[in-house]
């Protein structure tokens, strides 16, 4: 299997530059801004959603983009379902592609083996499985993932937890034999300082610095009269949080 992983640097961090709807920043102008902004800081990659975005920021960098198409259902396999969803955000200048590769049913009900063998035969890009378990992790890797990644850890279970998963990049590190991207809640250099010390290859941070709304939510929320106002979801946001709605009223 040839090594596609160089085109990350380890020990980086990648800034995910990503606004659903419902937030002001959806628009690939303001993204490739905070993409701009993220570089400027130290960022060694970006990860980004759509065609638009990812064109948007390949005209201002040419470090590594780590492209994904959100598309479909957001409660089931939505990252980048298909291979057909994949071929876009290549052309858009992606230099690798992030995929769901989570255990639940694909939306074209085809093996997640033959979307990573298309997507490297016939776009030449390394793919990085987005996982929420070990065992997905597991999965992935036999299915020709080049790198692992902890971004749907939580999100595949009832409730989302506050803190990144750092038993599992433990565990990944441990296990899969490929690099682990640690991804998902990471918000604080102490943070990033234990996903690197439990072995990440490199680090995704995207809402702790690309998403105003959600940092705004959340030091609105510690103000005792609008405790509990607010949902967490970072760009998974569909509105403004009631405590802003709130806030503008006044
Ligand atoms: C679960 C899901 O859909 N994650 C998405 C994946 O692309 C993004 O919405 C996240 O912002 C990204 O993973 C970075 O994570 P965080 O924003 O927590 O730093």
């Given amino acids: ?28 102008g303001p993204m490739a801004l905070m993409a701009r902004a993220a570089l400027a800081g130290g960022a060694g990659a970006i990860r980004a959603n759509g065609a638009a975005d990812v064109a948007a920021i390949r005209a201002v960098t040419d470090l590594p983009i780590i492209g994904l198409n959100k598309l479909g259902d957001p409660a089931g396999v939505f990252i980048t379902p298909t291979y057909e969803s994949a071929v876009g955000i290549v052309e858009a200048g992606a230099d690798l592609i992030a995929l769901d590769a989570t255990l639940r049913p694909r939306p074209d009900g085809l093996p997640l083996e033959l979307q990573i063998k298309r997507i490297h035969e016939e776009l030449g890009v390394a793919v990085l499985a987005d996982c929420d378990s070990l065992e997905a992790g597991h999965a992935a890797r036999a299915a020709g993932a080049d790198l692992v990644a902890t971004t749907l850890s939580g999100y595949t279970a009832d409730a989302v937890p506050d803190e990144p998963d750092i038993e599992l990049i433990r565990q990944l590190v441990a296990e899969v034999d490929c690099p682990v ?70």
């Fill in 1 to 28: 299997m040839p090594d596609r992983t160089a085109v990350l640097d380890r020990g980086c961090l990648v800034v995910s530059c990503q606004a659903g709807p419902g937030n002001p920043f959806n628009a690939p």
């Fill in 181 to 250: 991207v640690a991804e998902g809640r990471i918000r604080t250099p102490e943070d990033v300082r234990a996903a690197f010390e439990a072995g990440a290859y490199a680090v995704v941070v995207g809402t702790a610095i690309t998403n105003p709304m959600e940092t705004t939510a959340r030091l609105v929320g510690s103000i005792p009269r609008y405790a509990g106002a607010n949902s967490p979801r970072g760009d998974q946001l569909s509105a403004p949080p009631a405590s802003a709605d709130r806030l503008l009223e006044r």
